[in-house]
C-alpha cells in the first residue's frame, strides 16, 4: 500500500501547492500593484498641488522680473520631502531661478526633455493649457516624477471697458512661464521593495502552514484507504477479511461500512453457492438417469420419426405424380378437345344459320341446345388451360390503366340474359381507377357476379359497391342468395371444388379468381351465412407492382 499512498499523496501536494502558490502569488503581484498606483497617485498630487500653488504665488515675480521674490518662492519649498529640484522659468523658456540636487549639466538636459511636453502649453503669450502635467516616463530620470504648470495672468479691465460697460473676455489668460518640481522616487521604490518582501514573507508562511496540513488531511484520508486496499486483496486472494474499523463518520467511513457489508454479503453468498453446489450435484445425479431413460426413448422415436418421414415422402411423391398427370391430362384433354370442339360448334352454328328454315321445331331445338352445350364444352376447355398455366406459374399480364366501373358495367351487360328479375345496385366513383390486367379483372368479376346470379333467387338483389382505401381498391359483390357453409368456405379456391354440386359449373371459377388477384398482389375475403347471402371482397393495389409480374 505504501507505493500507492505515496502516489496519492505526491498528487494531492502538488494539486494543493499549486494552488496556494497561483492564488498567493496572484494576490501578492494583486496587492503591490495596488500598492503602487496608491503611492503614486499620492505623489502626482502632492506635486499637483505644489505646482499649481507655485504658479500662482509666481505671478508678481515674473511680470516685474523680481529674481528675489521668485527665489524666495523656490526655497519655501525646501522643507517638503522627497522633492529633488525646482525652478521658474519665463515664457521664452529661459531658467530665472532654480534649487535642487541636480548639476547644469543634467538641469539643461532635463530643460530640454520638458520644452518637448510643454509645447501644447502656449503659442506666443496665448495660452492653449492651464492644468498641470505630470511627466514619469524621461528616460535617464525613471526615478524622478516631474510636474509643471503654466504661470498665467488674467487681464484687467482698462477705463474705457468700465465706462462704456463693455464685458470682460473671462477665458482670455496671458502666458507668463512656468514652474517645474521634480519628486524623487526613490522612497516610493524603497517602500515597495519592502513590501514585497513582506509579501513573499507572508505567501512563505501561510504555503508551509497549508501545506503541513495537506499532509496531515492526506495521511488521515490514505490510512483507511490503505486498510480497505488490504482487504480487497485478501478478498482476490480468495481469503475473506475482518471487517475494517474506520472511525470517521465522513464518506470513507461510509465507504468502509459498504465494504464491511459487502464483505458480510460474500461471506453468505458463498455458503448459499456451497448449499446449491451440494443440491446441484444431487440433481446432477439425478439428471443423468433421466437423461440416460429420455436418450433411449428419444432413439425409439426418431426411428418412429424416420418411418413417418419415409411414409410422407412416399406420399408426397404419389402426390405429386397425380398433380403431374391431373397437369398432363388437363393439357392433353383441353388440347385435343379445343379442336373437335371448334369443328362441331363451326357445324352447329352453319346449320343454325343456313338450314334452320328448313328444319322442324323439335330440330331447331336440338340444334339450339347441342349449340349451347358445345359452348359450355369450350368454357369449360378454356378454364382448364387457365388451370394449367396457373399451376405452372404461366399466367400473363397486360397492364393497363382502367376504369373499374366500367369493366362492371361491362360484365353486368354481358350476363343480361342471367340477370332476369333480379336487382342490381353499383355503388362505384366514376373516376376510380387502377393499373391492372383489364381482361383479367373482367374474368374475375365475371365469375363472382356470375356465381352471385347463379346462386340468389329470381328477386334477389345483389350490391356492387367500390372505394378507394389508403394506396388501394377495394370493392365487393354482395348477394342475399342461400350461402355457403363453414365448412365449404375453406375450399371455395381449390380447383374443381363446388360448394353446391346442384348448380352447373365446373369448379374452376374461384380458382382462376384467386390466381389473378394473387398476380395482382392482392387478396379476397369471403363471409357467408347459410340462407343469408355471400359476400366476397376483394383488395388490390392502386399501382401495378410489376416486380411480381
Known amino acids: 500500500m505504501a ?49 499649481t500653488n507655485l504658479a500662482a504665488n509666481s505671478v508678481y515675480g515674473l511680470i516685474t522680473h523680481d529674481k528675489k521674490e521668485l527665489k524666495k518662492l523656490i526655497d519655501s519649498l525646501g522643507h517638503v520631502r522627497d522633492i529633488k529640484f525646482s525652478w521658474i522659468e519665463d515664457n521664452k523658456g529661459n531658467i530665472l531661478v532654480y534649487s535642487g540636487e541636480l548639476s ?63 464685458p470682460i473676455i473671462k477665458d482670455q489668460n496671458f502666458y507668463l512661464g512656468k514652474v517645474v518640481i521634480g519628486i524623487s522616487l526613490n522612497r516610493i521604490n ?136 391431373k397437369t398432363t391430362f388437363l393439357r392433353t384433354a383441353s388440347h385435343e378437345l379445343r379442336t373437335p370442339l371448334t369443328a362441331i360448334k363451326a357445324n352447329l352454328d352453319y346449320m343454325y344459320t343456313y338450314l334452320r328454315h328448313n328444319m322442324s321445331g323439335e330440330m331447331q331445338e336440338i340444334i339450339e341446345a347441342a349449340r349451347k352445350n358445345c359452348k359450355n364444352m369450350q368454357k369449360i376447355v378454356e378454364d382448364m388451360l387457365k388451370i394449367v398455366r396457373i399451376d405452372s406459374n404461366n ?43 383489364a381482361a383479367k379483372i373482367h374474368d374475375l368479376c365475371f365469375n363472382l357476379l356470375s356465381n352471385a346470379l347463379k346462386f340468389t333467387d329470381d328477386h334477389g338483389k345483389i350490391f356492387i359497391k367500390g372505394n378507394v382505401e389508403k394506396e388501394n381498391v377495394v370493392f365487393s359483390i354482395e348477394d342475399n342468395g342461400i350461402g355457403i357453409s363453414s365448412k365449404d ?27 389473378i388477384i394473387q398476380n395482382h398482389h392482392g387478396n379476397i375475403r369471403v363471409e357467408s351465412n347459410l340462407g343469408v347471402g355471400t359476400k366476397f371482397t376483394v383488395k388490390i393495389p392502386l399501382k401495378f407492382r410489376y416486380e411480381y409480374i
Not at 426411428?303 to 405424380?321: S, V
Not at 375450399?491 to 346442384?502: G, L, T, V
Open 3 to 51: 507505493p500507492i499512498k505515496s502516489k496519492l499523496t505526491s498528487k494531492f501536494i502538488l494539486l494543493i501547492s499549486s494552488i496556494i502558490s497561483v492564488g498567493f502569488i496572484s494576490l501578492g503581484i494583486f496587492f503591490l500593484h495596488n500598492q503602487k498606483v496608491l503611492l503614486l497617485s499620492d505623489a502626482e498630487e502632492l506635486a499637483t498641488a505644489l505646482t
Open 104 to 166: 547644469n549639466k543634467k538641469i539643461q538636459k532635463l530643460h530640454k526633455k520638458i520644452e518637448e511636453y510643454s509645447k501644447n502649453f502656449y503659442m506666443g503669450n496665448k495660452l492653449f493649457l492651464k492644468n498641470p502635467i505630470i511627466i514619469d516616463n524621461i528616460s535617464n530620470f525613471s526615478n524622478l516624477l516631474i510636474s509643471m504648470s503654466p504661470v498665467v495672468e488674467q487681464p484687467l479691465p482698462d477705463k474705457e471697458a468700465l465706462f462704456f460697460d463693455t
Open 190 to 325: 524603497k517602500n515597495l521593495k519592502y513590501a514585497t518582501i513582506q509579501s513573499l514573507f507572508i505567501i512563505m508562511t501561510i504555503a508551509i502552514i497549508s501545506l503541513f496540513i495537506t499532509i496531515l488531511m492526506l495521511i488521515m484520508i490514505t490510512r483507511p484507504l490503505s486498510k480497505l486496499k488490504n482487504a480487497t486483496v485478501q478478498v482476490m486472494q480468495g481469503k475473506i477479511p475482518d471487517s475494517v474499523n474506520v472511525s470517521t463518520r465522513d464518506e470513507i467511513g461510509e465507504l468502509a461500512e459498504a465494504f464491511n457489508k459487502m464483505i458480510h454479503q460474500v461471506l453468505s453468498s458463498k455458503k448459499a453457492l456451497e448449499l446449491a453446489n451440494r443440491e446441484l450435484e444431487q440433481v446432477n445425479l439425478s439428471l443423468e438417469e433421466k437423461v440416460r431413460e429420455r436418450t433411449e426413448a428419444l432413439r425409439n422415436t426418431v426411428a418412429e420419426l424416420t418411418a413417418a418421414r419415409d411414409e410422407i415422402e412416399k406420399a408426397y411423391h404419389e402426390m405429386k405424380l397425380m398433380h403431374d398427370a
Open 395 to 437: 399466367l400473363p399480364l397486360e397492364v393497363n390503366t382502367i376504369k373499374l366501373k366500367d369493366i362492371i358495367l361491362q360484365v353486368i351487360s354481358e350476363l343480361k340474359s342471367l340477370q332476369k328479375n333480379r336487382i342490381i345496385s353499383v355503388d362505384i366513383p366514376d373516376d376510380l381507377e387502377l393499373e391492372c390486367d
Open 489 to 515: 368456405i375453406v375450399h371455395i379456391f381449390e380447383p374443381f371444388y363446388q360448394a353446391h354440386q346442384s348448380k352447373q359449373g365446373t369448379g374452376l371459377g374461384l380458382a382462376i379468381v384467386n390466381a
